[in-house]
Every structure is written in structure tokens, then in C-alpha cells.
């Protein structure tokens, strides 16, 4: 069994503060309806020395579902769960389970290191999980990582592809100032979002347009109704291959490998609690990404904990 933890007490002091501070405030701004104050559902089970576990996530449905994954399969060994969803961006979720108020949430491998160290050069996903220890605060580990990998990935329709001669990035480039770009407004800010696409591509796009939905519906309307010509949508979208949509490729590794992997708090995990943990990401693919996301997102309309039943269930995880 693996886990990685650093226990570095210098990395703390008045940043840690200061992180709490800034998660107190943007909770309290949002008015009333504090993502953290209680858990709202519960997948039950019976309790461990460590006590019961919240599992947390972003605010898009695939970490939705993947954290009623880990709820659900933490009840099958024994812990009792309850799930935390939405809380929202990494940026609020990462404070979020170094102050305590969730003790773990779904993550992804290469969007983490970057988090943790925006100068992180690693890209591969060997390289990115040998990087975490040393870059991890006190208190935080990731376990073991997942087969299946969800990527931001620059989408353009087959038209667009067409219209340029687009196959990658590297294309896209030489026309960047004319695009629109639909993406979350952190795509600005974030090392692979607009710097990355400069520094590794000199792509210098249009303007921005700003989703919330992480490359859902209205990314998507937007995109086929032409009102954007890029989008920055999720390699496991099922609309991707639904829409005959392209995705353009990154020779240049813009964006890092992202396994999905449980980020935790060490105060109250137990070794039941890893091992239940590990044994979703020893099963878990890309191919379960994919269709989980069709199940909530598509025609299906599940709502997550009824898809990761179902998922528990087809795996034998949950009888």
C-alpha cells in the first residue's frame, strides 16, 4: 500500500493562516449557503478508529461522482462516510481538506503539482507522483493513482478543424488572435490556461469566454453554435465523441498527465480507509470516466450517488 505525505513544518506558519482566512471569507461571501458547514448526504456504515470520513469535491460532476466512489466504497470496508459535494475550484477545495473541513476529495495528479509548485517541470505521470512528496504541505497525501485520467484538452468542432487545417495546437497557433475561447475564468490565470498556451505555443487567443459548467452544456452550445471556436473541455466529455468534436494535440505536453487520485487530510485516515481507497483506483479507467459522465450529464440525467451505485456495484465493490 502507498501512500505519499511530507511533514514539512515550514511550510506552514502564516501562509497556512492566511489560507484559512482567505477559505472563511470566500465561503461567507457566497451568502448563506456555506458548502462546508455540514455534510449533506450519507453513505452510512460502520465507524473506525479514525471516526467518520467527508468526502469532498469541486464543483463539476465528474468529482461529484468520483467522490460518491469513494464514499460508497469506504462504506463497503467498514468507515463511515458522508459526501461534501461542490464546495468548488481547487483553490477552495485544497484549503479545504488542509483546514480539516473535509478529510479528502478526488483530485488530479498533474493539476495538483502545479498547484502546489507553479515551476513544476514534471508532465509525465510517473514523474508528476514521484514529484508530490516533496511538494505537498504538512498534513496532506495523495494515494495511490488511478488508471483513468481526465485531461483539459483544447476542442474545436469539425468544421473549425476543417476550416484552419487544425490538428494541433501547435496549428492552432498560427490563428489563436482570431479565436474566441470558451474555459473557466481560471483559465486565464492557471499555468496551463493563457500563459502556458503562450509560453509553450506563442498562441495569444482572441478574448475569453467564461464557463462555470467545466466543459458541460453551455461550453458545448457555445462551441457548436460558433459563438466560441475553441473550448477547453475535458477529455472524458462523452459530447466530445457524441458531436464528432476534434481535439487538437499538445506535442508540447501544455497539459500534464492528470490521474485521478484521493488527496486526504492524515489527521483521521486509517489503513481500512487506504486500502478501500486504493482499491477504487486499482480499478478505476478512462472508459468508466467517460461513461459515468454520460450517465449524469447525458439523456440518463443520473443524479452522481445513483451512478457511482451503480459503478460500486458493477465492480463488485458493493454487493
Given at each position: 500500500m502507498k501512500e505519499i505525505v511530507r511533514n514539512n513544518l515550514t511550510r506552514r506558519g502564516l501562509a497556512g493562516l492566511a489560507a484559512g482566512?482567505?477559505?472563511?471569507?470566500a465561503l461567507t461571501a457566497c451568502g448563506?449557503?456555506?458548502p462546508l458547514s455540514t455534510p449533506t448526504t450519507s453513505a452510512g456504515g460502520g465507524g473506525t478508529?479514525?471516526?467518520s470520513l467527508v468526502v469532498g469535491s469541486a464543483d463539476f460532476p465528474e468529482s461529484q461522482i468520483v467522490a460518491e466512489i469513494?464514499?460508497?466504497a469506504l462504506t463497503a470496508a467498514g468507515v463511515t462516510a458522508t459526501t461534501k459535494p461542490n464546495i468548488g475550484a481547487r483553490e477552495i477545495y485544497f484549503k479545504a481538506v488542509q483546514d480539516g473541513s473535509v478529510d479528502l476529495v478526488p483530485d488530479y495528479s498533474g493539476n495538483l503539482l502545479s498547484h502546489v509548485d507553479k515551476e513544476a517541470a514534471e508532465v509525465s505521470a510517473e514523474d508528476i507522483y514521484k514529484a508530490l512528496p516533496e511538494k505537498l504541505?504538512?498534513?496532506l497525501a495523495v494515494l495511490e493513482p488511478s488508471k483513468a485520467e481526465s485531461k483539459d484538452a483544447m476542442v474545436v468542432t469539425k468544421a473549425t478543424a476543417e476550416k484552419y487545417q487544425l490538428k494541433s495546437i501547435e496549428d492552432l497557433a498560427k490563428v489563436c488572435k482570431d479565436l474566441t475561447m470558451a474555459a473557466p475564468a481560471t483559465f486565464e490565470t492557471r499555468a496551463y490556461g493563457f500563459p502556458g498556451l503562450k509560453a509553450n505555443y506563442g498562441c495569444e487567443l482572441k478574448a475569453l469566454k467564461p464557463f462555470s459548467d467545466g466543459g458541460g452544456n453551455l461550453t458545448l452550445q457555445a462551441l457548436l453554435t460558433d459563438e466560441v471556436q475553441v473550448a477547453d473541455i475535458y477529455t472524458t466529455t462523452p459530447s466530445i465523441a457524441d458531436n464528432d468534436l476534434v481535439v487538437l494535440e499538445d506535442p508540447k505536453n501544455n497539459f500534464k498527465a492528470q490521474q485521478v487520485l484521493p488527496l486526504?487530510?492524515?489527521a483521521k485516515m486509517t489503513d481500512k480507509a487506504k486500502e478501500a481507497l486504493n482499491n477504487v483506483s486499482k480499478i478505476l479507467t478512462t472508459e468508466d470516466l467517460v461513461n459515468?459522465?454520460?450517465?449524469v450529464s447525458g439523456s440518463q440525467k443520473q443524479n452522481a450517488k445513483d451512478a457511482a451505485a451503480s459503478w460500486l456495484k458493477d465492480k463488485g465493490i458493493v454487493k
Open positions: 482566512v482567505g477559505l472563511a471569507v448563506g449557503s456555506d478508529a479514525g471516526g469513494y464514499a460508497g504541505p504538512q498534513g486526504y487530510n492524515t459515468l459522465n454520460r450517465a
